[in-house]
């Protein structure tokens, strides 16, 4: 079969290789759509991890062969798949921590070499813990595109509930791609009052269509002005950073009111040194908190809001690439522009 090998920073080859053998509990996927994630574009731009590997955890497909013992799904079933799930009952789990759950790190789902998701490949082996427990079937009148996003779209609720999110609040979300958009309609679908935040001018028109009460250009535009009428003055309940900007955390700690909670969502690679103002968390009680990954008990409001069509997620997707042009399609994931939004590869 073909797949995109990651083999260096910044390198990847559309190589033949074995289409995976499955043991009696997993199955075998046709790849349809997988999403390319931003952490996969770092991975693969700064060679974060030992190459060779085959990204992609963002997939939905078709089965093509299951093992003697899967009975959940047949040949032919639509599904898509969470790539780790958690153990369920470790110390972190207990907690709810389930991303801190050793089990969880391991990446149940494969299209060859040390396991990173296998979406960038025509087929994909999904092992048998992530059969069980992490493999959502995808309803008729959903698409595989759609489905693509039941893994983001739960690291964006898994967030808001990590930031104890209330109705009526009201939310800033820094950057308004992909992601942003996302977190965007997740929080006005809890019942926030959402402004989105982006340079991009196209994407600003979008966070308005897709729910945001204001969508704004902090280059041009007087945010805190924008967030003191809303909220009387105050400032915001909470202010979720979903862009790879530094400013965006400053300018974040800033807008939220005392007491007001900071979620950083973008900032996954270990030793960034961020701007933090210690008087803000000492004296003015906000919180700076954040989010990672997703949550195993938010997989079936993940699949009701996104096949019920409650959160719009077909409109984010800008472009869609065949699996040579994955490196393409990198490039313009990690430098948007007005044209540009989620990218998805179709192997
Ligand atoms: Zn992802
Ligand atoms: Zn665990």
Known sequence: MR??????PSLISVENVPVPKISEGELLVRVHTCGVCGTDLKKIEYG????????????AGTVVEKGSRVTRFKV???VAAHHHV???KCFYCRKKLFSQCESYLRTGTTAGFEPA???FAEYVRVMDWIVEEGTIA??????FEEASFLEPLNTCLKALETAELERGEVVVVYGQGPVGLLMMQSAAYEGARVMGLDFIESRLAISRELGAEVALNPERDRVGEAVAQMTEGRGADLAIVAAANPQAIEDAQRIVRRGGRVL???QTMAGEMVPVDASRICVEEKKLIGSYSASIELQEKAAHLIFKKKINVARLISHRF???QLLEGIHLASHPSEHSLKVVIQP
Do not use: K, T
């Open 76 to 78: 032919g079933s639509r």
């Open 138 to 143: 995808i309803p008729e009148d959903a698409s």
């Open 264 to 266: 950083l969502f973008a």
């Open 48 to 59: 974060l991890v030992p190459p060779p590997r085959i990204f992609g955890h963002e997939f």
């Open 322 to 324: 065949a699996l040579d």
């Open 117 to 119: 998701g296998g979406g």
């Open 86 to 88: 958690p153990c369920r």
């Open 3 to 8: 797949a995109a090998v990651y083999r260096g």
